[in-house]
């Protein structure tokens, strides 16, 4: 998954423009604004207060470390990418810039629907909070997360880690090309699956938030009427 700018080559062959209303879905996903406020506010924030240290905050921190490294590592690449019409930092870079935009990005998808998790098991299954959503439990997803990103992120783009240069049409130029099938996946994969289950969650917690609503306000007409 990226969230590269439109200047950025990135081309899913055979895709027709399938390709491009997803490209823009998976870049529009993430705003800059919410990158920089999360990843630069979160993590002085969790360390200054010693009380934080909580299975959700942890997953907070994973996320705001994450959109961080976007912010840092991502975004200035893109930014000079714009500015350039022409690839300056050669082939390591090349290969290294989407490697780590894809691996990023993977992970603040990932760790946001672990929040989502966490959210739905606290609102909906608050009894068993406590016994499910460990702190060794979390700390064990947060791993996982972040290096099932980078293992899916390297086999995503094998081909291009081994010859970074090998759909390039001049010098200069930094491409990579996905064929139709793997970009589909990858779609599933890290955007419309994620989507789904965090939408999904996020209506079953407002169903139990209403529905709980509903029970205390009718708890206190009775009281008040007796």
């Known amino acids: 998954m990226s969230v590269f700018l439109p200047h950025y080559v990135f081309v899913f062959a055979g895709a027709g423009t399938s390709s491009v209303f997803c490209f823009f879905c998976r870049f529009l996903f993430f705003s800059p604004s919410s990158v920089f406020f999360r990843g630069g506010v979160g993590p002085p924030f969790f360390f200054f207060f010693r009380q934080l240290p909580t299975p959700t905050n942890f997953l907070l921190l994973s996320l705001a470390i994450s959109d961080l490294l976007v912010g840092l590592l991502v975004m200035p690449v893109e930014m000079v990418r714009v500015i350039e019409s022409c690839w300056r930092l050669g082939e390591v870079m090349c290969a290294l810039s989407y490697i780590i935009g894809f691996t990023l990005t993977s992970a603040s998808v990932g760790n946001m629907v672990l929040i989502s998790i966490d ?56 491409v990579v ?28 917690v407002f169903v139990v938030a209403v529905s709980q609503a509903r029970a205390l306000r009718s708890h206190i007409t009775a009281v008040a009427g007796s």
């Open 177 to 204: 090309v996905i064929n139709f099938v793997s970009g589909a996946v990858d779609l599933v994969i890290t955007f419309i699956g994620p989507c789904s289950a965090i939408v999904l969650l996020y209506m079953r």
């Open 119 to 174: 959210r739905y098991v606290a609102i909906c299954h608050p009894l068993h909070y406590n016994n499910k959503i460990t702190s060794s439990r979390i700390e064990v997803c947060v791993c996982l997360c972040w290096a099932c990103s980078l293992l899916y992120s390297g086999l995503i783009l094998k081909d291009h880690l081994r010859q970074p240069d090998r759909h390039s049409s001049c010098y200069g130029e930094c």
